[in-house]
């Protein structure tokens, strides 16, 4: 069994990309600038947004967090994304989800200009990722294929279940692991809530991509020998033995799982930095105009 070490990973792609941006600065080119919108205070969201941040900075991005009050309406909103929008100095950004109720994500998500869209959620993004054009992918999935292209794992003609059917993270890895290139080929099925006897299909599956938000939901009795695992879940569950009085669990049941894997992704370190290192990667794309 072999960690799939995301945070190892992403440190030598995070030193890769700084590279790169040290070379367009001495061509004389500006230096790539993502801008995230942080609207309300919730605190996952400025945990994540702060891990953005010092993750600009370790790669020499220039950065910037816009932060508005709960309250701040939708017209508002909409208002900061067009100047955004119009803003030549601002290669890409982001728009933290989740939003307060009294506004449309999606119409949020459709007033980012495609080509500063490095979260890769816009219908212009996804249409030409499901057609296999240049476009910007999904944080999550984007950072999957990374990972499994960097520790080499076999994708041809394997069998692979997705657990979990979100826009985010579900639908477009299944999309990406079924294309005609590497990683890819795969012969994928999609499980969700719906799902009956989803130990049917799991018991079956050469990979696992386990997206479906339940702590610990899948036990090692439903998994093959050497399958390989990928957890995307992160939950908060309370540990009063802990330092903190938290621990973070995914939605794999990792000492079940692991001692069955050829690999296995842990939580935390795993998927998580995956994620960031893959909007800078798409950040340093919309500075180099290479999307859209």
């Known amino acids: 069994m072999e960690i ?3 945070k190892k990973l992403s440190d030598t792609i995070k030193m890769e990309i700084s590279a790169q941006v040290e070379k367009m600065v001495s061509e004389g080119k500006k230096r ?4 995230a919108v942080l ?11 702060g891990h953005k941040e010092k993750a600009c900075s370790q790669v020499g991005f220039d950065s910037e967090v816009m932060r508005f009050p709960e309250s701040i309406s939708e017209e508002e909103l909409l208002s900061e994304i067009e100047k955004l929008n119009a803003n030549d100095d601002v290669d ?9 109720p009294h506004i449309d994500e999606n119409k949020v998500i459709e007033a980012v200009d495609p080509s500063k869209d490095v979260d890769g959620f816009h219908p212009v993004n996804v249409g030409r990722s499901e057609l296999g054009l240049p476009a910007f ?10 990972m499994i292209e960097r520790y080499g794992i076999d994708t041809k003609g394997k069998s692979c279940v997705i657990l979990g059917r979100s826009n985010i993270v579900g639908r477009p890895i299944a999309n990406l692991l079924m294309r005609k290139a590497y990683p890819g080929d795969c012969t994928v099925t999609v ?13 079956e599956a050469d990979i696992i991509i386990a997206a479906i938000g339940i702590p610990e939901f899948l036990k090692g009795d439903v998994v093959k020998e050497g399958a390989v695992v990928i957890d995307v879940g992160t939950t908060r569950i309370e540990r009063p033995d802990t330092k903190t009085g938290f621990k973070l669990v995914g939605d794999v049941a990792f000492d079940e799982v692991a001692p069955k894997c050829s690999y296995i992704t842990p939580v935390p370190g795993g998927v998580g930095p995956m994620t960031i290192v893959s ?5 340093l794309l919309a500075a180099e105009k290479k999307c859209m």
């Open 4 to 6: 799939l070490d995301g």
């Open 279 to 283: 909007l800078l990667k798409n950040t």
């Open 92 to 100: 890409g950004f982001i728009v933290q989800l989740p939003l307060p």
């Open 39 to 49: 609207v309300g205070d919730d605190g996952a969201s400025r945990t994540y947004v």
């Open 191 to 203: 499980c969700h809530s719906r799902t009956v006897n989803i130990e049917k299909y799991t018991k």
């Open 137 to 146: 992918l999904p944080a999550t999935p984007y950072g999957i294929l990374t």
């Open 32 to 35: 790539p600038h993502l801008v």
